[in-house]
Nanobody, 114 residues
Framework: QVQLVESGGGLVQAGGSLRLSCAAS????????MGWYRQAPGKQRDLVAT???????NYADSVKGRFTISRDNAKNTVYLQMNRLNPEDTAVYYC????????WGQGTQVTVSS
């Protein structure tokens, strides 16, 4: 089992920045990749960014050049640095650790005001 605890969400004005954190505990040796997803009201959950154990990253087109995913292996933590936020980025952001099983965090709300 893997437990994920997210933090860092909040309210920010358009053009601002936030950094999300996701700390993992438990059996993480089987994890192959980590990522962030988001779900806006009335919409499906979409991929934002992923990072593999080897460090390869992948981003949704809508966030390329604005968001950066990174990880700290020593702290078992994955981060999402979000810059130049706009109201379309408003959503609940979920952390995901993927291996033989997929694990999800509880979600953290990000609200961007215009």
């Amino acid at each position: 089992q893997v437990q994920l605890v997210e933090s860092g969400g909040g309210l920010v004005q358009a053009g601002g920045s936030l950094r999300l954190s996701c700390a993992a505990s438990g059996s993480i040796s089987s994890i192959l990749a980590m990522g962030w997803y988001r779900q806006a009201p009335g919409k499906q959950r979409d991929l934002v960014a992923t990072i593999t154990r080897g460090g390869s990253t992948n981003y949704a087109d809508s966030v390329k050049g604005r968001f950066t995913i990174s990880r700290d292996n020593a702290k078992n933590t994955v981060y999402l640095q979000m810059n130049r936020l706009n109201p379309e980025d408003t959503a609940v952001y979920y952390c995901n650790f993927y291996g033989a099983t997929s694990y999800w965090g509880q979600g953290t709300q990000v609200t961007v005001s215009s």
